[in-house]
T-cell receptor, first 113, second 115 residues
Framework: AQKVTQAQTEISVVEKEDVTLDCVYE???????LFWYKQPPSGELVFLIR??????QNEISGRYSWNFQKSTSSFNFTITASQVVDSAVYFC??????????FGSGTQLTVLP | DAGVIQSPRHEVTEMGQEVTLRCKPI?????LFWYRQTMMRGLELLIY????????DSGMPEDRFSAKMPNASFSTLKIQPSEPRDSAVYFC?????????????FGPGTRLTVL
């Protein structure tokens, strides 16, 4: 069985603050993939990033960065200099041998002007 | 390029009625997924197809739910008879292949309300 835990239900920050969204996962698979999706108020799910279990190199893309640590089974997501448009629900997801994408419960991020 | 297309975007129906949700995956994608999102249960996989063949339908809640994929460019999710607890947002997603590393691209969803 696989499981994704996003302990932060809601986070509220003021514009330009940095914010980190936590994700902890459980899986028995040795090969697996981790994903982050964003769901803005309009409702669609937008793919942000994918990481495989063999690639622990952290990545920065503009204001977004990801910290994958296999030793702690964590795949955290940081937004630098947050903006109001970043307000959304962010989902962490895991896909292993079972092929199904298991989502966490999501973190509602609100960026206040 | 068009993304995943779902119709209708909103559906309001009465308990006991049949509901059919439709999905057109991204052209060239071989895998298609149906998810349901509710406040209580979050995002759940209902069923997925690979090359038009259902691979895993263990998430389909009960016999009232059925899904078909008659060809590579069309899928339906049918609920008959519908019940108020079926109210949710239903997402369709597609990916290039069924491989675990392929990201899934989601449609805009169908918001279903069963009165």
């Amino acid at each position: 069985a696989q499981k994704v835990t996003q302990a932060q239900t809601e986070i509220s920050v003021v514009e330009k603050e940095d914010v980190t969204l936590d994700c902890v996962y459980e899986t028995r698979d040795t090969t697996y993939y981790l994903f982050w999706y964003k769901q803005p108020p309009s409702g669609e799910l937008v793919f942000l990033i994918r990481r495989n279990s063999f690639d622990e190199q952290n990545e920065i893309s503009g204001r977004y960065s990801w910290n994958f640590q296999k030793s702690t089974s964590s795949f955290n997501f940081t937004i630098t200099a947050s903006q109001v448009v970043d307000s959304a629900v962010y989902f962490c997801a895991l896909r292993g041998s079972a092929r199904q994408l298991t989502f966490g419960s999501g973190t509602q991020l609100t960026v206040l002007p | 390029d068009a993304g995943v297309i779902q119709s209708p975007r909103h559906e309001v129906t009465e308990m006991g009625q049949e509901v059919t949700l439709r999905c057109k995956p991204i052209s060239g994608h071989n895998s298609l997924f149906w998810y349901r999102q509710t406040m209580m249960r979050g995002l759940e996989l209902l069923i997925y197809f690979n090359n038009n063949v259902p691979i895993d339908d263990s998430g389909m809640p009960e016999d009232r739910f059925s899904a078909k994929m008659p060809n590579a460019s069309f899928s339906t999710l049918k609920i008959q008879p519908s019940e108020p607890r079926d109210s949710a947002v239903y997402f369709c997603a597609s990916s290039l292949t069924g491989g675990a590393g392929n990201e899934q691209f989601f449609g805009p969803g169908t918001r279903l309300t069963v009165l």
